[in-house]
């Protein structure tokens, strides 16, 4: 019998003892080492030989993942370890640390129960640290911390013992002060989730030398950091990792640190889920009940060319066989699953049944999408997975051959069920199929694997920069007339609290909530009582407050009223960018007696009209996405590097000293980072290091605004001269 299906006999057994499982993902800054330490996860668990892991890279399946250097997808594996006489089952999610892959990050965190943070021990707890951590925080993930590359602190920083002792320990205290401030608010957490040595949550090794050591792990085998330094100093890099190997130290903090799913889903269940927690199913996922009526979570969807779709998920509650039939939350009638299975890094190893508290994989399901709630009994979904950063920049995508064009719509129509953080319009008038993304690395990915994977030739424009629109002040009440003159509606905007703003960003705040807690929740972040209980609406980040008092007939016109607005705000006045961040009252309304004067042909264009021209009397401006900028360079470059940012109309807020290294800090246009890469590499001899991440929209400065404008009106094919009142550029 082969090494792998003893693995995959030995996960069957384990399944059915929840108490025994550890979901977990592995989560970092690019290039902090996740990949390489799954690697040495394997090999512990002997999977892959011992000789090749960290070079492997085994959970990098795809062919450009390799190429690049980089995790794309997340990437699932189940393994056993033996903890204290007691086999356990660890589910383990290997997931991308580049900004533009964060959706995979925060949708694996709803997967899972615990997230290893891997730091590496030079560069420090990095911008992406902290979006990591706070993506697994937000989902209720219990964090450990694993600090890598310590062997490069002894051979190449050749620090002594106090040193390395003391950037250790303020890389544990950055981490502690980052946990302590996101988990402020959470009142669901019985402990304190800081990490401590004392503890043994915290490890410390090389993942591409295959050591390891943490405090538990140093009294049994009696190694202490003197010997580590002495080993790594002669070289004896191989006997360091036979006396502490990584994996033991890593996969002990697991099973001992990391809830198990019947700990963690009495917790978990009410933070991600709004149904009835009194209800029959509720107790069922509390319990972790295999017997129960099956409730599954999609968080990945993944295209295999001999199985078709696969769909991975979390098991909240029954078990999944082979031929069941079940709901996807959101579409009519039901889906038969074809088999059930369990990842082995890039093998799929199918299995007769997957119990409650498990990681599954699944064929059949063809109407699921990532972020679906599939369940055998229909049930309230679970919270949307929410994404921090939305899509900033833009392409147009064609196909070469005009033949390959519906295996094109097709294939896009694939993409965004598999990334929700991609979005695809098509153009019906034009032909144009728009991709917009986290970014253009996230795009490049896209479109070489549409080139590649799929076989179909495309051809990319250049990368579009989204826009978005909001007014500066309040404005007066203005008047929306229908086109045949009988209905008049009064409307007034102005521009919303950031606070108010972030809630909805963050899911805290939405439509889809009970009236009571969304009106907790809007007071919570600054809005007035009596706004609060008159919301009608809230499309993307603005909101509809209804100050009308006893209209005849709004109520049956309200739906209409919303078409309106709604497309005024997908459309701003200015470029047609969507707007964000705008309050808007509606006062008054006239309406026509008859139901025929008052029809969609006559409501919608009068909302749009009124909401557009409260726009423009509250001084609405173009606002342009943003990114936080970090460059680590040698001193001598320094000067070239700030320059990179600043000449991009950029702004540098920060430069010290980190080793021997010199790093800036500072913000710039995203428009003005395409191209970044090249530059910064000709600029400093290739001696950079940075990255960015998205930091929002901020207002585009005076003098731009009238060329911008008039610049994405021309893409558009709209006619160039403003509206007549529109006169404060």
């Known amino acids: 019998m082969g090494r792998r299906k003893k693995i995959v006999q030995e996960c069957e057994r384990l399944m059915d003892t929840p108490e025994n499982i550890r979901n977990i993902a592995i989560a970092a800054h690019v290039d902090h080492g996740k990949t390489t330490l799954s690697d040495n996860l394997l090999a512990g668990a002997g999977m892959i030989s011992e000789d090749t892991a960290g070079e492997q890279l085994a959970m990098d399946t795809k062919e450009d993942e390799q190429e690049r250097g980089i995790t794309i997808d997340a990437a699932n594996v189940s393994m056993t370890h033996e903890y204290e006489d007691t086999n356990h089952l660890v589910n383990l999610i290997d997931t991308p640390g580049h900004v533009d892959f964060g959706g995979d990050v925060t949708r694996a965190m709803r997967a899972v129960d615990g997230a290893l943070v891997v730091v590496d021990a030079v560069e420090g707890a990095m911008p992406q640290t ?71 949550t915290v490890g410390f090794g090389s993942a591409l030398y295959k050591w390891g050591v943490s405090m538990p792990s140093m009294q049994r085998t009696g190694m202490d950091f003197g010997d580590i330094m002495e080993l790594e100093q002669n070289d004896k890099r191989q006997e360091l990792h036979e006396r502490t190997p990584l994996s033991d130290v890593v996969l002990d903090m697991v099973c001992e640190h990391f809830p198990n799913p019947v700990d963690a889903q009495p917790r978990r269940v009410p933070r991600i889920w709004r149904g009835d927690p009194e209800s029959d199913l509720a107790d069922t996922m509390r319990l972790v009940d295999e017997d129960g009526e099956v409730v599954f979570m999609v968080t990945d969807i ?22 069941q039939e079940l709901y996807v939350s959101g579409t009519a009638g039901k889906n038969r699953i074809q088999s059930v299975g369990l990842f082995m890094g890039s093998e799929r190893e199918e299995v007769d049944r997957v119990p409650a508290g498990n990681i599954a994989s699944v064929t059949g399901l063809r109407d699921a999408i990532a972020g679906s709630t599939v369940s055998s009994v229909e049930m309230t979904p679970f919270e949307s997975i929410e994404h921090i950063s939305e899509p900033v920049i833009t392409k147009s995508v064609e196909a070469q051959n005009m033949d390959d064009l519906p295996k094109l719509i097709e ?24 991709i917009s993304g986290q970014g253009e690395l996230h795009l490049e990915v896209i479109t070489q694997r549409i080139r590649d994977n799929q076989g179909i030739p495309v051809i990319t424009g250049e990368p579009i920069v989204v826009f978005r629109e909001q007014p500066q002040e309040s404005s007066r009440e203005v008047e929306g007339q229908s086109p ?35 009106r907790e929740a809007l007071q919570d972040a600054g809005m007035d009582k009596d706004t609060s209980q008159n919301v009608e609406d809230i499309h993307r980040t603005n909101i509809l407050i209804d100050d009308t008092k006893g209209i005849q007939h709004l109520n049956e016109t309200m739906e209409l009223v919303l078409e309106g607005l709604q497309e005024a705000l997908d459309d701003g006045p200015l470029a047609a960018e969507p707007v964000q961040g705008s309050l808007f009252r509606l006062h008054d309304a006239k309406l026509h007696e008859d139901t025929i004067h008052r029809g969609p042909a006559q409501v919608i264009p009068a909302v749009r009209d009124a909401v557009h021209r409260a726009l423009i009397d509250g001084e609405v401006r173009l606002l342009e996405p943003i990114q936080d900028v970090r460059i680590d360079v ?39 980072m395409i191209g970044f890469s090249s530059d910064i590499r000709s600029a400093t001899e290739g001696r950079a290091s940075w990255n960015t991440e998205n930091a929002g929209f901020r207002v585009l400065v005076d003098n731009l605004q009238r060329e911008k404008i008039m610049e994405i009106r021309e893409r558009k094919g709209m006619k160039l001269e403003l509206p007549q009142s529109i006169d404060y550029f």
């Open 634 to 672: 040698p001193s001598e470059h320094m000067g070239a590097a700030s320059g990179e940012i600043q000449g991009r109309r950029g702004r540098v807020d920060d430069m010290y000293q980190e080793g021997d290294l010199m790093v800036v800090e500072g913000i710039a246009p995203v428009e003005e």
């Open 302 to 323: 993944s295209m295999d060319p001999h199985a078709g779709e696969i769909a991975t998920g979390r098991v909240f509650s029954g078990t999944l066989e082979k031929g």
């Open 130 to 200: 902290e979006t990591v951590l706070r993506q697994a925080l937000r989902e209720g993930v219990k964090p450990t911390l694993f600090i890598n590359k310590v062997d490069r602190l002894i051979s190449e920083l050749q620090e002594g013992p106090q040193e390395m002792q003391e950037r250790l320990m303020s890389v544990i205290a950055d981490v502690n002060e980052l946990i302590r401030g996101m988990a402020e608010n959470m009142d669901d957490i019985p402990e304190d989730w800081t990490v401590s040595v004392e503890d043994g």
């Open 484 to 518: 045949n003159r009988h209905n008049k509606f009064y409307i007034t905007v102005e521009p919303m609290d950031q606070e108010i703003v972030d809630a909805i960003q963050l899911g805290e705040v939405s439509m889809d909530m009970p009236e009571l807690e969304r």
């Open 411 to 434: 294939t896009l129509q694939q993409v965004a069920k598999e990334d929700p953080t991609i979005q695809i319009e098509i153009n019906e008038d034009t032909g144009e199929h728009l």
